[in-house]
């Protein structure tokens, strides 16, 4: 009971601190932190299990998260950020998560996830409804090399696997338990008005 309570202060927290988050940087500068991280991400993925390199490009689409700060986000304990990719469109959907408790039982305390997505069904509702697993006691994903599907959460996310990373490499069992994912509305909106402003309408000069 006490666990559940500190890991629903812990998430409340996390979704408060965001607004104060926006104003600090340009949503641009937000977004281009995001994409480094993700690049950085793939690129140290790749480099442990080459596989997924294919393995990804062939999917539906991935998401990269990260729960560690970056010097452009104002981050508190417990809150993360990170980037769905569609294949299909090519097109980046913001994400944000927030976890309970310190390090998810992988005794770090920041690491990153990505999930690789097979199942069309499951990336549009990732992308869109997001995923909760702040209720879940038992949400692992036994990866060893090849990656895995989420125990205890497969009608979640079916045709899915998650690798996750923390400093010293990929770890062999993801724990995913008490985290909470969800779609940045505000990242998304501003990219979306930013794209509707690259039209400039016509000036018209006045008549003499």
């Known amino acids: 009971m006490k666990k559940s309570i500190l890991t629903a202060i812990a998430m409340t927290l996390a979704l408060a601190v965001w607004p104060l988050a926006a104003s600090a940087e340009s949503l641009e500068s937000q977004r281009a932190a995001i994409q480094e991280m993700k690049a950085d991400t793939l690129a140290r993925l790749y480099k442990e299990n080459p596989d997924t390199q294919r393995e990804i490009q062939s999917a539906v689409g991935y998401a990269v998260f990260s729960s560690g700060e970056l010097a452009v986000l104002w981050i508190s304990a417990g809150y993360g950020h990170g980037v769905a990719h569609d294949n299909r469109s090519a097109e980046d959907i913001y994400m944000q998560m927030a976890k309970g408790g310190l390090g ?22 990732f992308t869109t409804t997001g995923l909760d697993l702040s209720g879940t006691a038992d949400a692992a994903a036994k990866a060893g090399e090849k990656g895995g599907a989420v125990s205890g959460a497969a009608d979640i996310l079916p045709g899915t696997r998650i690798y996750q990373l923390t400093d010293t490499g990929l770890i062999a069992q993801a724990m995913l338990q008490g985290t909470k994912y969800w779609r940045d509305d505000a990242l998304n909106d501003d990219k979306a008005s930013e794209t509707r402003m690259n039209y400039i309408a016509p000036s018209y000069g006045e008549s003499e």
Do not use: I, W
């Open 104 to 125: 998810l039982g992988l005794g770090a305390k920041d690491f990153n996830t990505v999930f690789v997505f097979h199942d069309a069904d499951s990336f549009q509702k």
